[in-house]
């Protein structure tokens, strides 16, 4: 059986994002919770090696569109 936890919103959280070898590390605070969805983060610390690579993926993304 397979069971997922679900932070609440408001929960702090530190973790290590990953794609295609490439890391963004930092420090965030859950804002939103939606089931079967998803959760969005506001970041509240990140290195400037990160927040370089984050912006580089959100730019892709955007004209991936």
Not at 33 to 54: H, K, Q, W, Y
Not at 57 to 64: G, T
Request: glycine content about 10%.
């Amino acid at each position: 059986m397979c069971t997922r936890r679900t932070l609440d919103v408001g929960a702090r959280v530190r973790g290590t994002l990953t794609h295609e070898g490439q890391q963004v590390k930092m420090f965030a605070v859950v804002r939103v919770v939606r089931l079967r969805v998803g959760m969005g983060l506001e970041f509240l610390d990140i290195d400037p090696g990160s927040n370089a690579t984050l912006l580089t993926w959100i730019e892709y993304l955007c004209k991936a569109r």
